[in-house]
């Protein structure tokens, strides 16, 4: 089990999504350290469109699911946050987590 968790963003899924070197060179630097990948659910969301291909590269993260503490700390940001959307707020407050060590990418 890892200890550390890194969060994803939809860039870094459109980057496997397009084959990008860059992207999959993350990816399999994070497996090799046994990193937790995560993907919150609201991101999933704005990113998912069903294909066989998202199917294939969502196996690669555990998808974090919404909660209520999630939710509040993510509106809480958009109130100090002028111009940032709900998405980027839940992935933002999910990559804070106190409760787990997580990392944005």
Do not use: C, Y
């Amino acid at each position: 089990m890892s200890l550390l968790n890194v969060t994803i963003d939809s860039g870094f899924l459109i980057g496997l999504e397009k084959n990008k070197r860059e992207a999959h060179a993350l990816l399999l630097a994070a497996r090799a350290r046994e990193l937790q990948l995560t993907v919150p659910v609201a991101m999933l969301a704005e990113w998912w469109r069903g294909s066989a291909w998202h199917k294939e590269i969502l196996r690669a993260f555990k998808v974090d699911p919404m909660s209520e503490r999630l939710a509040k700390a993510a509106g809480e940001a958009m109130a100090v946050v002028v111009g940032a959307t709900v998405v980027d707020a839940i992935v933002m407050a999910s990559a804070a987590d106190p409760w787990g060590r997580r990392l944005h990418v």
